[in-house]
């Protein structure tokens, strides 16, 4: 079974300062690695997607995330945080062997002036 | 990326009513549908998969009865919650994918459901 672990569901940094947001997997077969971003009371928009080839993933709004086979990991990073880039973020899971995306808890960014 | 849209955006209705919510893939063919809840400051919940022209699949849980989909097309998916209660307010998404493995699913803005 596949799962996704996200740890801290509240990370807050000031307005510059570099995001980092973690999330840990567990697949029994290649997976497919997803983060998307959340808004309050809108749907999900993708940031940036892992399936195969170069480990190192760029996404939307500068955003990237590395994936790290050997630590089961796959944390979103972005240089420098923006005022806009408070919202909650969620990091997904799938594989070949299922179209379904598992989710984990989510981590809610915050960003100070 | 695609757009997907759901409506109505939010909806109060009173307790046992019945309350539809449409999912339109606009900007390509979504051969498969998914449907979420969403409780406050929590993660997404799958409920169910539907794709075109067949029977949804339901999670683990989750009443068929009580939340019937139907995936009629390939860009509409309908939501029905029937004979609502107020354990039933909540925020539901629809994402829509191509059905391949390790295809994107597009979200919807989402629905908030609230029953009185």
Known sequence: ?113 | GAVVSQHPSWVICKSGTSVKIECRSLDFQATTMFWYRQFPKQSLMLMATSNEGSKATYEQGVEKDKFLINHASLTLSTLTVTSAHPEDSSFYICSASSGQVGETQYFGPGTRLLVL
């Open chain 1, 1 to 113: 079974a596949q799962s996704v672990t996200q740890l801290g569901s509240h990370v807050s940094v000031s307005e510059g300062a570099l995001v980092l947001l973690r999330c840990n997997y567990s697949s029994s077969v290649p997976p497919y690695l997803f983060w998307y971003v959340q808004y309050p009371n809108q749907g999900l928009q993708l940031l940036l997607k892992y399936t195969t080839g170069a480990t190192l993933v760029k996404g939307i709004n500068g955003f990237e995330a590395e994936f790290k086979k050997s630590e089961t990991s796959f944390h979103l990073t972005k240089p420098s945080a923006h005022m806009s880039d408070a919202a909650e973020y969620f990091c997904a899971v799938s594989s070949d062997s299922s179209y379904k995306l598992i989710f984990g808890s989510g981590t809610r960014l915050l960003v100070r002036p």
